[in-house]
T-cell receptor, first 111, second 114 residues
Framework: DQQVKQNSPSLSVQEGRISILNCDYTNSMFDYFLWYKKYPAEGPTFLISISSIKDKNEDGRFTVFLNKSAKHLSLHIVPSQPGDSAVYFCAATYDGQNFVFGPGTRLSVLP | NAGVTQTPKFQVLKTGQSMTLQCAQDMNHNSMYWYRQDPGMGLRLIYYSASEGTTDKGEVPNGYNVSRLNKREFSLRLESAAPSQTSVYFC?????????????FGPGTRLTVL
C-alpha cells in the first residue's frame, strides 16, 4: 500500500500560468515533507520542503502548502516556465533516514 | 566539486551474475543512501548508512548487500542478479541524516538483467 500518493501521473500547463501538483499521504508519523524535481537521465534535485509544524513554505516561484488534517500537500509554481517541465516527486520522512517517495507527476509547461 | 558520482552509468547482466554499483561523494557528508526507481513508482530505499561504519535496511533490501567503505564511498552489490532487479539505481548523500537534511542524488545507474 503506497504511503505517499501522487494521483496525477501527468499535468500540462500553459507558460505563465500556475501549476499545482498534489500529494497525499497515509502515515500520520511523517514529520517532514519534500519536493524533488527530476529531469531525464539525471538524479532528482531538491526543490522545497516543509515541516509538519508549518502550513506553508515559500521559495521564489515555488510554494508548498501542507494540510495535516487532510494529510495533503501541494506544490504551486507561479508563473510556470518551460524549464519547469520535469517529473516532480513528493517525499516524506519521520526520521530523516527513511524517505518514502510518491510515484511522481510529469509536468509539461507549454510555450 | 563533483557532488555524488555513480559508476557505471549503464550495465546489462545475465540472470545469476553478480556486480557492484559504486557511489562516491565529495561533500564530506555523513549519511548515504541507495534507492531504486521502477516505472510508475517512486524511489524506494534499499539500504542506507547513517554514518561511516553503519548500515541499515530500507524498504526493499532483499537481494542486495552494501558496504560503507569509508566516509566517501558506499557500494551496492547484487550477488545473483534477477530480472526483477532491472531498475534505475540512485545513490544519494546528506550531511547529517537529520530530519531537515537535504539529500543530494547521483545521476543514476540503469541496470538491465536478462
Amino acid at each position: 500500500d503506497q504511503q505517499v500518493k501522487q494521483n496525477s501521473p501527468s499535468l500540462s500547463v500553459q507558460e505563465g500560468r500556475i501549476s499545482i501538483l498534489n500529494c497525499d499521504y497515509t502515515n500520520s508519523m511523517f514529520d517532514y515533507f519534500l519536493w524533488y524535481k527530476k529531469y531525464p537521465a539525471e538524479g532528482p534535485t531538491f526543490l522545497i520542503s516543509i515541516s509538519s509544524i508549518k502550513d506553508k513554505n515559500e521559495d521564489g516561484r515555488f510554494t508548498v502548502f501542507l494540510n495535516k488534517s487532510a494529510k495533503h500537500l501541494s506544490l504551486h509554481i507561479v508563473p510556470s516556465q518551460p524549464g519547469d517541465s520535469a517529473v516532480y516527486f513528493c517525499a516524506a520522512t519521520y526520521d530523516g533516514q527513511n524517505f518514502v517517495f510518491g510515484p511522481g507527476t510529469r509536468l509539461s509547461v507549454l510555450p | 566539486n563533483a557532488g555524488v558520482t555513480q559508476t557505471p552509468k549503464f550495465q546489462v547482466l545475465k540472470t545469476g551474475q553478480s556486480m557492484t554499483l559504486q557511489c562516491a561523494q565529495d561533500m564530506n557528508h555523513n549519511s548515504m543512501y541507495w534507492y531504486r526507481q521502477d516505472p510508475g513508482m517512486g524511489l524506494r530505499l534499499i539500504y542506507y548508512s547513517a554514518s561511516e561504519g553503519t548500515t541499515d535496511k530500507g524498504e526493499v533490501p532483499n537481494g542486495y548487500n552494501v558496504s560503507r567503505l569509508n566516509k566517501r564511498e558506499f557500494s551496492l552489490r547484487l550477488e545473483s542478479a534477477a530480472p526483477s532487479q532491472t531498475s534505475v539505481y540512485f545513490c544519494a548523500s546528506s550531511e547529517l541524516g537529520s530530519l531537515t537534511d537535504t539529500q543530494y542524488f547521483g545521476p543514476g545507474t540503469r541496470l538491465t538483467v536478462l
